[in-house]
């Protein structure tokens, strides 16, 4: 005979009280992790509301579970009058002027109960007692009063902050009503006009930088045939120039100086043109008369360069890139 | 006129099997009252149906448990996960595997083993005019057959939606260190904390239901073979999907009942 035939009562037996053993120690467990056997002590209080609480919700004190929502119903006064339990372990903890705060998750839409105990812990309220609410006024003038401390999560505390705020600037009696939307349209207007003062200046800068590129491309033209005349003057050659000063110290050596100082003057002046480039646009009219100053100086010492005296007369004046500031224009010339 | 009469015809048939089956659940029950006096008649039916359905059905149930319960943890921890929501894991498990996965899954399984093996051997049984033998010595066949399988199919289906549930839990967490480790200590506690007794009260009424139903159908689709041994397949048959159809009901009618109380 088979094992199992042999031993089928004994088998069975165990296979069915195993499974009523697993049964009854999961019904221990829960009840232990539950605190269903702990005595416990009823206290009430009053919502507003009863979004988000559940008869499970736990209440909790510092973290610690220290008691849960039994029961709640809305009374006459369209109030929820809401039955707590408190454990046995932390039935010291109610004290007087505590206050329970109710807070909703707004990812859940789950409400958690926060417990604020009094200042005084040896002041413990007998079963049965009252605990306001913060969501009341009873509990608002225990914290304005300072007897009890509001601590929450960041989140909640935000939220409790701008539901306040909101609350606040929408009361019908509130003389800021509206304040918001006069901001946003402030805000608005505002924005609309610093979009086209920022048009314009993107224009200004535009033109800005196109000038100043221009006079900067003229004085380096400037600079360049003044360092040419600086290094013919060093080596004359001329017919005059050895006539009227064969050892160059009358003419020529005064004449090498002062261009050489109007170099350095020079560059003192691109920098001056960069600053002023740069702070501000009403120099544009400035830097365009620069530049026509700076084309004349640039022909003279062209000039004093290629005099026939002193070497071959005024060149052919070759025409600058955007020297007219309207590149457009010759762009769109046949 | 013809589909009319048809229709007549298939109404008629069924409210009789209907009625017939009624009266056959009832006589079941007032015999089941009885049951302790005559056991020794039924005991070792009884015994060895607790074996074959619910023993022998154990390495199924576990594994099938133990995948679920597995996935549900890791998938759900993945996911869950991903929101700072991994605390829920422990309210799907109570809900969608204690609560609802655990009873009808053992169902399912019951239906496919015994269920089948229920009709047909009592099928056989007629055919082979066994049931007219018992008859003959005085033996009540539902007292002696259908009485003992009954209670042996609920105490079975009992004990395995429990060891499912134990299988789902532990093997599940077991399954799952394999990819997240979760501290076992931590696992236990938060999944005892969202668990109530009525969850598993609900398994476990969910459990006895389904095992006189499956246990009902399938006798009762056993016993109508008439002569002929090709009914039995067909009664079979019949036998399985009117199981899955009351199992699926019984089950939606439990958890409406249970939200809307």
């Not at chain 1, 037996?13 to 019904?27: D, K, N, P, R, Y």
């Not at chain 1, 086209?196 to 930088?209: A, D, P, T």
């Not at chain 2, 169902?107 to 066994?130: D, F, H, K, P, Q």
């Not at chain 2, 077991?174 to 931590?186: D, V």
């Amino acid at each position: 005979m088979k094992f199992k035939f042999r031993h089928t009562d004994k088998i069975v037996g165990i296979f069915f009280f195993s499974a009523v053993l697993v049964l009854v120690l999961s019904f221990v467990i829960i009840a232990l992790s539950q605190k269903m056997l702990e005595k416990k002590y009823d206290f009430h209080t009053i919502f507003p509301d009863a979004v988000g609480l559940s008869p499970s919700t736990v209440l909790k004190f510092r973290g610690f579970e220290i008691g849960k929502v039994k029961s709640y119903v809305l009374n006459d006064d369209n109030l929820i009058e809401t039955e707590i339990i408190i454990y046995e372990d932390y039935r010291n903890k109610i004290v007087a002027n505590s206050a329970i705060n109710k807070s909703s998750n707004p990812i859940t839409g789950k409400s958690s109960l926060e417990f604020l105990q009094g200042a005084d812990p040896e002041q413990v309220l007998p079963e049965g007692s009252f605990i306001p609410s913060l969501n009341m006024p009873e509990g608002q003038r225990l914290l304005e009063a300072g007897l009890i401390e509001k601590k929450g999560d960041a989140i909640s505390s935000i939220l409790d902050n701008v539901d306040q705020m909101l609350y606040n600037l929408n009361r019908d009696e509130n003389a800021d009503q509206g304040s918001i939307f006069r901001m946003i349209y402030n805000l608005a207007n505002a924005s609309e006009k610093l979009d086209l003062n920022m048009g314009e200046l993107n224009q200004l800068l535009v033109l800005l930088n196109s000038d100043l590129k221009e006079s900067m491309h003229n004085l380096d033209l400037t600079l360049h045939n003044a360092s040419i005349m600086l290094e013919n003057y060093s080596q004359p050659e001329g017919l005059l120039a050895r006539m009227i000063d064969p050892e160059g110290d009358q003419l020529l050596q005064p004449l090498g100086n002062s261009l050489r100082q109007l170099e350095e003057n020079l560059g003192e002046l691109e920098k001056l043109l960069e600053f002023i480039g740069s702070q501000a646009p009403e120099i544009a009219e400035i830097l365009i008369e620069g530049k026509n100053s700076l084309q004349t100086a640039q022909n003279t010492l062209e000039g004093i360069n290629n005099n026939p005296f002193i070497r071959g007369g005024i060149g052919k004046e070759s025409p600058l890139p955007g020297s007219s500031g309207r590149t457009r224009e010759k762009d769109i010339q046949p | 006129m013809k589909v009319i009469v048809d229709f007549w015809k298939v109404l008629k048939r069924s409210t009789t099997e209907i009625f017939e089956f009624y009266l056959f659940a009832l006589d079941t029950f007032r015999r089941l009252l009885t049951f302790s006096r005559q056991k020794q008649i039924g005991f070792t039916v009884l015994l060895r149906q607790i074996m074959f359905t619910g023993y022998e059905a154990l390495p199924l149930i576990s594994f099938l448990a133990l995948s679920i319960g597995g996935l549900i943890i890791i998938q759900g921890y993945n996911i869950l996960g991903t929101f700072g929501q991994g605390d829920l894991i422990y309210v799907i498990l109570v809900t969608v595997v204690i609560r609802e996965l655990s009873s009808i899954l053992t169902a399912l399984i019951v239906i496919a083993r015994s269920g089948t093996a229920i009709s047909t051997e009592l099928g056989n049984m007629v055919t082979n005019n066994e049931i007219n033998l018992l008859l003959s010595c005085g033996i009540s066949p539902v007292s002696y057959l259908v009485v003992s399988r009954m209670v042996g199919v609920v105490v079975a289906l009992f004990t395995l939606t429990i060891y499912f549930n134990l299988a789902a839990v532990f093997g599940g967490w077991l399954f799952s260190a394999l990819f997240s480790p979760i501290n076992f200590r931590y696992f236990f506690s938060q999944l005892f904390s969202q668990m109530t007794m009525a969850d598993i009260l609900i398994g476990v009424l969910k459990s006895i239901l389904f095992g006189i139903g499956i246990a009902l159908i399938s006798s009762y689709q056993g016993l109508k073979v008439n002569i002929a041994s090709t009914e039995v397949p067909q009664r079979t048959i019949r036998a399985v999907v009117l199981s899955i159809v009351f199992v699926v009901f019984a089950d939606i009618i439990i958890t409406a009942l249970f939200y809307l109380i």
